[in-house]
């Protein structure tokens, strides 16, 4: 009874076994077609989301290292000029989180094993090979230790022949490197000019989508070592970047640098604040998506300063005004006084508006511009006194004095600036009345406020306590009381 049992058995095994098997093939039958189409379309658009979705919907990740291989064999037919897109597409895959850089080895593993055959109908198979091989290793795809195993591969003869021709193309301005040399000349010249007009038509003059990607990488590594008006100018060219580039040359390039963070934390120990701050200018100006993390890969996600860089750039947007960001190096790094100047109209509008204090003193503190602190003090005075209904109405004047006592008590504001500003204010008074007749009445009474707290500089008041001094002497004993009454009408003589 039970032998036909197990020959039963046996037969439906052997029939689930030659199941999978077909089903298995077709699999890489179907991986193997989608590979030529998918290069075909990248070398037409060069979209490299596209290319990312292909892979993704056919859901075979075990045949990654064969679509690679696929891919870079597909390229040897087509002409030289091309291969370094087709290298290009292979690397955005890895950095796109679609394909591992174990797949990509694999892949070139099997390209290796399979030269011998490869060169009957492609003679400059070899020489293709070691060009493939140069630019994974430029672009950090492979590690260079692969390069030493090329003889366990390919054999030692075969295995020392691309060895020798890959040391040979490294030694060598490859494409990529080319590439990279162009863009570092072209941003070396924009940071040094600040000519936003010039250098984007010197980076449309760069053939191809890859120099898009490498220049964002390569203007925020230059940014994060830079002065906060360098960090400004750079996060201005990103922003016109858009002009000449896709949206998918600032993922990949926001991508790559998100994927070698520990590498510049070795040199940028502050680089995740940094490239948190870029990141959110980036979505502010809309050179990236809100959701710019969301297509992130996950194996870049669980990279610690990765996971900081995320939670502080979500944590920055739902905080912070769109103002406050745009202004994120600080209004001191804009490149214009008039700029500058519109920064600080704003916050105060803002300030005057809403009433939140500390969310002022921040903002000033983000603006960086100490040397500016006295068009700040005008303003405020200004605001307070152009919304002010009448000579006893002082709601708006405290809280302009709320706003410089906490600046000063800060160290945000120092007294120099604050005397300057009140002088400023004092040589618009005239056109200010015109305007707002209780003008001089309620500046007095700010820069009532300011003296006897001891906040304006001790030239201010030393200038309003001598005058009040000499007017009491002719009148009566200097006394407490009276020189404090004198003081009040000497504030509005020394405006």
Not at 162 to 179: E, H, N, R, Y
Not at 384 to 394: C, I, M, R, T
Request: proline share 4%.
């Amino acid at each position: 009874f039970y032998l036909p049992h197990r020959c039963c058995a046996r037969g439906t095994m052997s029939s689930i076994i030659e199941d999978t098997v077909l089903r298995e093939e077709a699999v890489l039958a179907r991986v193997k077609a989608a590979a030529t189409m998918i290069l075909d379309e990248y070398l037409m658009c060069e979209s490299s989301l596209d290319a990312a979705l292909y892979v993704q919907d056919l859901r075979a990740p075990q045949y990654h290292g064969a679509l690679i291989k696929r891919l870079l064999t597909t390229a040897m037919d087509k002409a030289p000029a091309l291969h370094d897109k087709a290298c290009t597409l292979v690397s955005s895959l890895c950095v796109r989180g679609v394909v591992e850089s174990k797949d990509v080895e694999a892949g070139v593993e099997m390209l290796m094993t399979s030269l011998p055959d490869l060169e009957k109908d492609v003679p400059k198979a070899v020489e293709y090979a070691a060009s493939f091989l140069a630019h994974f290793l430029e672009d950090k795809i492979l590690p260079e230790t692969f390069v030493h195993s090329l003889h366990l591969v390919a054999g030692k003869e075969l295995g020392g022949k691309i060895k020798d021709k890959v040391a040979g193309l490294v030694s060598l301005p490859l494409g990529v490197t080319t590439t990279k040399a162009k863009i570092r000349v072209v941003l070396m010249d924009y940071f040094a000019h600040a000519s936003l007009e010039a250098t984007l038509k010197d980076v449309a003059e760069l053939e191809g989508q890859r120099p898009g990607q490498e220049l964002v990488k390569r203007v925020l590594v230059m940014g994060l070592e830079k002065k906060n008006r360098d960090k400004e100018l750079a996060s201005v060219l990103l922003s016109g970047l858009t002009t000449v580039y896709g949206s998918e040359q600032f993922y990949e390039g926001f991508t790559r640098v998100l994927a070698e963070v520990d590498d510049l934390a070795l040199d940028i120990p502050d680089v995740v604040p940094i490239l948190c701050n870029f990141i959110c200018r980036a979505m502010v100006d809309d050179v990236l998506p809100p959701a710019f993390f969301d297509f992130v890969p996950d194996r870049l996600l669980d990279k610690q300063r990765v996971h900081m860089v995320r939670h502080s750039v979500m944590d920055l947007m739902q905080k912070r005004s769109s103002t406050q960001l745009m202004n994120i190096w600080g209004a001191g790094a804009k490149s214009s006084v008039d700029e500058l100047k519109a920064s600080v109209k704003q916050l105060v509008i803002v300030y005057f508006g809403e009433g939140d204090l500390d969310a002022a003193l921040d903002c000033v503190k983000e603006l960086d511009a100490p040397h500016f602190g006295h068009e700040l003090v005008k303003r405020v005075a200004y605001h307070a006194v152009e919304l002010s209904l009448g000579p006893d109405d002082d709601t708006h004047l405290r809280r302009g004095m709320a706003l410089l006592k906490g600046l000063l008590e800060t160290c945000i504001l120092d007294k120099h600036q604050l005397t300057l500003g009140m002088q400023r204010c004092v040589e618009g008074l005239g056109d200010l009345s015109i305007d707002v007749p209780a003008a001089p009445v309620l500046l007095r009474r700010l820069a009532d406020w300011l003296a006897f707290e001891h906040l304006v500089s001790p030239a201010f008041e030393h200038a309003v306590l001598l005058k009040a001094k000499q007017r009491a002497a002719h009148q009566a004993p200097v006394t407490a009381e009276r020189l404090e009454a004198f003081a009040s009408f000497i504030v509005e003589e020394y405006l």
